[in-house]
């Protein structure tokens, strides 16, 4: 490792959060990103890269990646896995034909060895839609419980009203810090 | 040997140890400060600025001025970092015959609660995409005709930093500053 | 040393301090302005659904799209002061919100009675029982938890058709999110204004739909001419198909070919309306910047698509 990524890393300690947000395709992920940071998301193009915003909440400078989730893009969300302290996987509640395809996606995910020790918190997104299935639904359709690798709560959401979003980053934040930074 | 009759020794040893380190640290910060020091030079010598120009003028026209991010940045992203690497550990080792990169990185860790100063937050700089993105684009601003002047070490000192004089004061300031 | 340490991570601290309480006081000054707007606009949406039954049958739909638009601008103020509103005042906000919308569905259902049951015409079977999920749209997962058969598509849907004209109106559909899936042969008539579409598997299709609010998702399909307005449009696995469109956003492709792209041309009565409740704006439509994700890294044009030719443009019947 170099001298300016151990210097990164080193700084990183002090009360930054890197989190990555990924999902299959449409799931909403730039949408949550741009509602976080308070911009228009009735703009929103899919996203062909990706997308950075660093927010600061609660005494907590966040970075958080937003990497595009079309199926030809998923071959390049390793080259964000490094440093990431929170996983945030992100899903589409009302697309219910493609929850396996989903889930197989996350369980991958999950065997990334430099994605080990991060948190995950699974955004059960468009809970405005009236045909969106529950968070219960989604956790037992991706088979969370089965989880053991990771920290993991599942949370419904919804990025057009808001709804959930800051519960969500509140809870993916105490739980990075109760592991990161219990010296302070 | 009984369990506590190690433990005290263990913290004899300890002990021990923070003494002969406190004894020779002063010499141990002597190479640190002067090892920042030189940092400092490099950076702002023409041949890291040349480098660096060099980098811009081979990739600029990969960048837009988008919110969205090509994934292109990450890959020259990271060989910038590289470059930077290896020419920082080049120039070091020829100008401090001693000089071992892996202790120097160690001395940063232990003083990391202490690495204040502008150097750091511009080393820091180099490692931050956003930052990273932001030269790029100032770069391309320039080069299409926009007003920025580039003439002297604009690359290095876009990002928030104050100009050359300032940097070169920085090591006396971080240690008499409060 | 140590005191020299100790004294800057004073100064620090004291500068965090300073800079929580320059947070602080405007965020005190928002929540204020904000409940003050927040439960005025209540109020007095409140007040005109409870005059409703004063109003001639003409009157209504007028007065209820208007009262609909009214609340949807009252939960986008309201989505837009979560950011500093606390998590309290959020979900106290959310259900009084939520309370409002079922209030004017349910009067809405008890003045406009024709449209009632209309909505599960199609499958009567499915439909009992379900109603109340689909009126409040938030905060409501607990209710929904009972549905535990995950792959069943959403309500709004028509699945496994073979050679039908099929149609939904915009009871049916408005703010809804609709499924289409395995179609064969079939001529599918949206006409409203949904807030999604998902679309899987169909063949020999024509689909028209009013404007969706937000994103569309299409999949696998072959030989159909989609008409559709929507905020993003998605387009996957899917060949020699053309799509008439009016994206505001942008559209995208991927793993498509022999797909072709002209200007969104459908018609029908008070499709104005359902562009207004859509927020889409009009002036606004991308539909000849296609992204193909199969194709990023070059200059060139995408082989996958192309534009329909402005003679060989079909016009549609409403």
Not at chain 2, 56 to 66: A, G, H, V, W
Not at chain 2, 75 to 89: A, G, R
Not at chain 3, 15 to 38: S, T, V
Not at chain 3, 167 to 189: E, F, G, T, W, Y
């Amino acid at each position: 490792m170099g001298l300016l990524t151990i210097l990164k890393k080193m700084k990183q300690k002090e009360k930054e959060v890197r989190l990555l947000m990924l999902g299959l395709d449409n799931a909403g992920k730039t949408t949550i990103l741009k509602k976080f940071n308070g911009e228009d998301i009735n703009t929103i193009s899919p996203t062909l890269g990706f997308n950075i915003k660093t927010l600061e909440h609660r005494g907590f400078k966040l970075n958080v990646w937003d990497v595009g989730g079309q199926r030809s893009l998923r071959s390049y969300w390793r080259n964000y896995f490094e440093c990431t302290d929170g996983l945030i996987w992100v899903v589409d509640s009302a697309d219910r034909m493609r929850l396996q395809d989903c889930k197989q996606e996350l369980h991958s995910l999950l065997l990334e060895e430099r994605l080990a020790g991060s948190t995950l918190l699974v955004f059960a997104n468009k809970q405005d839609l009236p045909g969106s299935l529950s968070s219960e639904d989604i956790r037992k359709t991706l088979d969370l419980d089965n989880i053991k690798s990771h920290h993991w709560r599942i949370l419904p959401c919804s990025a057009v009203t808001g709804e959930n979003l800051l519960d969500g980053v509140d809870w993916i934040i105490d739980d990075i810090a109760s592991r990161i930074f219990t010296m302070d | 040997m009984e369990a506590s009759d190690v433990i005290s020794e263990l913290q004899c040893v300890d002990f021990g140890e923070e003494e002969i380190f406190t004894s020779c640290s002063n010499e141990v910060d002597t190479k640190f400060d002067l090892t920042i020091g030189h940092i400092e030079d490099i950076i702002m010598e023409d041949k890291f600025q040349t480098l660096q120009n060099n980098f811009l003028e081979k990739f600029y026209s990969e960048f837009d001025d988008t919110e969205e991010n090509k994934f292109i940045y990450t890959d020259i992203h990271k060989d910038y970092i590289n470059l930077i690497e290896k020419c920082l550990e080049e120039e070091l080792s020829g100008r401090m015959p001693d000089f071992s990169m892996q202790e120097f990185t160690r001395q940063l860790a232990e003083r990391k609660d202490d690495l204040e100063g502008e150097i750091f937050e511009m080393l820091l700089t180099f490692s931050d995409f956003v930052a990273f993105k932001d030269m790029f684009l100032d770069y391309k601003a320039a080069k299409e005709g926009k007003t920025i002047d580039l003439s002297d070490g604009l690359t290095v000192t876009s990002v928030d930093m104050p100009s050359g004089c300032d940097l070169f004061s920085l090591n006396g300031q971080s240690i008499s500053k409060d | 040393m140590t005191e020299r340490l100790q004294k800057r991570d004073d100064k620090r601290k004291l500068n965090i301090e300073n800079k929580k309480e320059d947070r602080e006081a405007p965020i005190r000054e928002k929540c204020e302005h904000f409940h003050d707007n927040l439960s005025k606009e209540i109020d007095e949406i409140e007040r005109d659904v409870s005059r409703s039954s004063s109003l001639t049958k003409t009157e209504l739909i007028d007065h209820f799209d208007g009262l609909t638009v009214r609340l949807q601008k009252a939960q986008k103020f309201l989505s837009e002061a979560t950011l500093f509103l606390p998590s309290y005042d959020i979900s106290k906000a959310t259900e009084s919100l939520s309370k409002l919308q079922n209030m004017l569905q349910d009067k809405r259902n008890e003045l406009m009675p024709k449209k009632k049951f209309a909505f599960k015409s199609k499958k009567a079977s499915e439909g009992d029982g379900k109603k109340t999920k689909n009126l409040s749209t938030k905060d409501d997962a607990h209710k929904k938890s009972t549905k535990n058969e995950p792959c069943i598509l959403a309500d709004c849907k028509f699945v496994d058709e073979d050679g039908k004209n099929l149609s939904m109106d915009p009871s049916q559909i408005n703010q809804k999110d609709v499924a289409l899936a395995r179609l064969k042969h079939c001529v599918v008539k949206l006409y409203g204004s949904p807030s999604a579409i998902h679309v899987n598997e169909l063949e020999d299709c024509k689909i028209f739909c009013g404007p969706v609010s937000g994103s569309i998702f299409i999949r696998e399909c072959k030989n159909c001419v989609f008409i559709l307005s929507c905020q993003q449009l998605r387009i996957h696995t899917t060949e020699f198909t053309n799509f008439y469109i009016h994206v505001t956003s942008k559209a995208i492709i991927e793993d498509s070919h022999d797909v072709q792209f002209a200007p969104y041309n459908w018609n029908y009565p008070g499709i104005a309306e359902h562009f207004k409740l859509s927020g889409l704006d009009k002036e606004r439509n991308n539909w000849d910047d296609i992204d193909d994700f199969n194709w990023l890294a070059v200059d060139a044009h995408s082989p996958n698509w192309s534009l329909v030719a402005p003679e060989q443009r079909k016009n549609w019947d409403p």
